[in-house]
């Protein structure tokens, strides 16, 4: 394989170029980035395979929402964590998408005190509802604990208990998290790359049809724009030279060729935009609510409302990389409202922004959500009864 896409299965912009100038790193003469059409579907999942677990979270997604059909709850599809696009088919190196979890993780736990069922859909290894208070990225829980003392009523030799300052939060995890599980109503499923989370969120929003109305799709997972197709995918390990068999054995051929193992240009398609499908066609009963994540203010608020026009759902949230964790603004048809934490200034807090009393944003964007979930609810049935 060389590594200036040459005679490799990773194409290139320009195969000729062996140091491309960086204003070619976007192609301008590719078609726009349009929302999906049927057939635009029909290519995507049938041209790259289905992650192997897909039957298995299917059976587990049509139970799940057997059951809470039967208790009339409604049940949300969370997605959380940042999908991977792996540039081998056995896969070594991958591009990574930014998010921890943090938004869906959160989020899924408020939702069940509101009282849904979730389905989580999150990227493999990121933070999970509950346990993320304990997670090694925020807090290591090694930290919660300590060994009983001797003398700890009813202790024993050699135990361990939660340190008596963090008892009351942990205890209150805890009997949530327990709940949780007894009464079946989270379910988590993982995914890792970005054609797994499609065929996964296109399987689910099918499993979820039977909830009509009561259906929500919280969509924070933070999905790559970009993506290697199966069929230009390198199969192997991409190597940095170029190898040919010789006399049964792989040699490296021209090493000290000019150009040789100095660069690796990939060339990544767009990912269809299914949200569009997920509308019109998946869960078309459904309430939407995407998520954008911008880096420039000034794009914010023209990004969330072109992704309104061009797929319309119900709802935008628009975050900033740098405050997603006290402000968020809701755009819908109507208008842009704003929810904000209240900060503590950078001098109170050693040089760092941070919320109030350590509040989470969350606590005020899901009851927004649910409030307007409800009202879309009760439009439908009350359309249904005058009509
Ligand atoms: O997971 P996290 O809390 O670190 O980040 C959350 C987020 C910024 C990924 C999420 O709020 C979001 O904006 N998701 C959509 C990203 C996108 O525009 O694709």
């Known amino acids: ?12 912009l320009h195969k000729t170029q062996s140091s491309p100038a960086i204003e070619n790193a976007i192609d301008r003469s590719a078609p726009n980035f349009t929302a999906a059409l049927e057939k635009d579907e029909t290519s995507y ?26 208790h009339q709850r409604r049940v949300v599809l969370v997605t959380s964590g940042g999908t991977t696009v792996p540039l081998e088919n056995q896969t070594v190196r991958f591009i990574d998408n930014f998010s921890a979890g943090t938004r869906g993780a959160t989020s899924a736990e408020y939702f069940l005190e509101a009282g849904y069922a979730v389905i989580f859909l999150h990227r493999q290894f990121s933070l999970l509802p509950y346990s993320r208070h304990y997670s090694h ?9 300590s060994e009983a003392a001797p003398t700890d009523a009813g202790s024993r030799k050699n135990s361990i208990v939660a340190r008596e300052e963090y008892t009351a939060k942990m205890l209150s995890v805890l009997r949530k998290y327990k709940h949780a599980k007894r009464e079946n109503l989270l379910l988590l499923l993982p995914f890792t790359t970005i054609t797994s989370y499609l065929f996964l969120l296109k399987e689910l929003a099918m499993k979820m049809r039977p909830l009509g109305g009561k259906a929500l799709f919280y969509l924070a997972a933070a ?15 991409i190597q940095s030279g170029d190898f040919a068999e010789k006399d049964g054995e792989m ?5 000290t060729a000019p150009g040789a193992g100095k660069k690796l240009i990939i060339d990544l398609d767009p990912v269809p935009k299914f949200l569009k499908r997920l509308v019109e066609s998946w869960a078309p009963a459904a309430m939407i ?3 954008k994540l911008e880096t420039d203010s000034k794009l914010l608020l023209t990004k969330c409302r072109l992704a309104l026009k061009r797929y319309s759902h119900h709802l935008v949230i628009g975050n900033l990389l740098q405050t997603r964790k006290y402000e968020v603004v809701f755009v819908d048809p109507e208008s842009n409202y704003w929810l904000r934490l209240p900060q503590s200034t ?26 307007r979930h409800g009202a879309l609810i009760w439009d439908v049935v009350a359309a249904t009864r005058s009509s």
């Open 45 to 70: 999942f049938d041209t790259n395979p289905p992650p192997p677990e897909l039957e298995e979270f299917s059976q587990a997604a049509e139970a799940f929402v057997k059951l809470h059909c039967e």
């Open 346 to 371: 950078e001098e109170e807090n050693g040089g760092k922004f941070a919320s109030k009393q350590d509040s989470e944003i969350e606590a005020l964007i899901v009851p927004e959500v649910v409030r």
């Open 251 to 255: 040699e490296l051929i021209n090493p």
């Open 137 to 145: 990225s925020t807090n290591c829980f090694l930290d919660f604990l």
């Open 289 to 291: 609510v995407s998520f």
């Open 223 to 237: 999905v790559s724009d970009f993506f290697v197709p199966r069929e230009r995918m390198a199969e192997h390990k």
């Open 1 to 12: 394989m060389s590594s200036d896409g040459g005679s490799n299965n990773i194409n290139t």
